[in-house]
């Protein structure tokens, strides 16, 4: 029997996609019994939120006690994490794929220890920098003669016109996620990038490592495909690139999806209205397209019988919305055999061959694809005839 459904009606944060703070299914709470120096809550609820879905733990800290935290207590500091090469190299391809240009302005938002950025520079990437709260993650890119600033981007807000900012392993432990997404984007080049690394909360159930493993203390935004496209729409960008893949941490794999965003300045827009507005826009483009009209019209007003090539979905529409049934048609041709011996608008479908017995036909060809080779395929039987296309 399925266990009852529980809800909130108050949330003690917003959504970290769409904003709202009220109505959430509750999918499981999580304790801890942490240290007495500890800032951070000892209990949260995993939710989903009622307006978009995407999951998060309802903590009760601010953003302002995280930023404490990973300024003080950070382990990312430590260089044990320093060994484990392969977590990084796995996230510099995909990067090198994304933005292969050696000279492209990079920063590492949240580098932690650098390892990432230092990976980049192997590949010979130059203009890198580094930004963590923490000073020691800081000293340590400095010492490695990469750029490093401390503090967060609202501390550095005259840095700008950056081809690419970084988020690996950094957007699931944000509270203010939208807050962070707006001050990134004014960092980066109108058509930058934005690369995103998050754990993939659609596949932990796959990645199961020890229990509960991925209710953490410091991941609190548990983001699936879904959730980066909807935080992508809201705040106007477009993805260019989405990877689902996993990622090796020590001797366990986690599943993870790298995410490209375009700063593209894109209207801002919601989940519920983008498909909607993507057709709006081919209704737009291709009702514009009134050019293969004039044709149909100049066949209309010659009065020469024709003969037309296709049968098939692009010819009735065109029945429908031309004047395509005002022509003289003799009869039409198509290769499909279901079609052949039936009749459109009182007219025989037939074979190609038949066109054999009227060389000297004008054909019009009505067909969305391969119209440029049956267009050759006419010519090659000899007719004599005009061959036009739509
Ligand atoms: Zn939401």
Redesign the pocket.
Known sequence: MLSKRKFKEQLNRE??????KGS?EILHTQYFVLHSAHILPQVYDIVS??????VFSDTSASQDVYDKYYAEMSYYESSHVETDTRLYSERANWIELVIPRRQSRIIDIGCGNGMLLRDLRCRGYSQLTGMDPSAKCVEFLLVEDIDAVQGSFFTHTDMKNFDCAILSGVLEHICDVSKMIDAIKVLIKTDGLLLVCVPDSARYYIYDNVPFDYFNIEHINHFDETSLL?LGLLHGMSIRNLQKTDIHIGTSMQPVIFCAYVNDDRPQTDWVQYSRERIRDYVARTSSRTATNQLIDDLVSSGEEIVIWGAGNYSSRLLATTALAQCRIAFWVDSDRHKQGTEILGRPVREPEALMRHLGATVLVAVAVYSEEIMAEISSMGLTGRIVSL
């Open positions: 959504c970290p996609i769409c904003g709202q959430a939120c009622e307006l978009c879905g995407c909807n």
